[in-house]
């Protein structure tokens, strides 16, 4: 079984930088897709932002795009999301997921793995 470690959230004012990190071990080449999803409590899990990890490239959503980048060190077996200019409607807790992806690469639907995720809160 995968296993997905984030770390790096914590409290930052608006306007401010994070980036996140997910260290992946055990890892099984049935799954094609490392992604970030956020989540607010009480409200469904938001893609984020993925990577294609046989090639291809990232994909960030419409709604964090220009602010947010994803990007992986394969040495270090670790995924990154770096967020820029954050904004207080960023706050939730952010997860690492793992998947065999068929059809749309941002759906929690198509992750089978997931680390316990990391808080990020932004105030204004």
């Known amino acids: 079984q995968v296993e997905l470690v984030e770390s790096g959230g914590g409290s930052v004012q608006a306007g401010g930088t994070l980036t996140l990190s997910c260290v992946v071990s055990?890892?099984?080449?049935?799954?094609?897709?490392l992604a970030w999803f956020r989540q607010v409590a009480g409200k469904e899990r938001e893609g984020v932002a993925c990577?294609?990890?046989?090639?291809?490239?990232?994909l960030v959503h419409e709604s964090v795009k220009g602010r947010f980048a994803i990007s992986r060190d394969n040495a270090k077996s670790t995924l990154y999301l770096q967020m820029n200019n954050l904004k207080p409607e960023t706050t939730a807790r952010y997860f690492c997921?793992?998947?065999?992806?068929?059809?749309?690469?941002?759906?929690?639907?198509?992750?089978?793995?997931w680390g316990q995720g990391t808080q990020v809160t932004v105030s204004s």
């Open positions: 990577f294609p990890t046989a090639g291809g490239l990232p």
């Open positions: 997921a793992a998947g065999r992806v068929i059809g749309w690469v941002l759906g929690a639907a198509n992750y089978a793995c």
């Open positions: 055990k890892w099984t080449y049935n799954y094609n897709y």
